[in-house]
């Protein structure tokens, strides 16, 4: 090969270090940040992380029915996977474009 033609290894060292730093800033952020989701017309609230960490759950009094305890479990239940779903979203817009030209990379487990 003509070293030309080579990538100049420093140049590569820096744009991977770059990223490096862009990858971990994204992932503060996401910890960092929060989303809701809901169900039973909001009657259920869960709060989770953009990782995904359950923050909180808000339960109205209104929905809470001692002989039926499993609507309310179910309503938790699609909270939780609401906020989820959000926390994804969440994922994929501050981690997406970090990523996308990543895969197939060698040694990364994109």
């Known amino acids: 090969m003509i070293p ?7 140049a590569l060292l820096q744009q991977a270090q770059k990223m490096q730093q862009d990858l971990a800033a994204a992932q503060q952020e996401l910890a960092d940040a929060e989303v809701e989701g809901s169900a039973g017309g909001g009657l259920v609230r869960a709060t989770v992380t953009g990782a995904g960490e359950l923050r909180a759950l808000v339960i109205d009094p209104e929905v809470v029915d001692p002989d039926d305890t499993e609507t309310l479990a179910d309503l938790v239940v699609a909270a939780v996977h609401n906020a989820n779903e959000a926390a994804q979203q969440l994922q994929q817009t501050k981690l997406g474009p970090l990523t996308e030209g990543l895969s197939g990379m060698p040694g990364l487990p994109f």
């Open 4 to 10: 030309g033609d080579q990538p100049n290894m420093q």
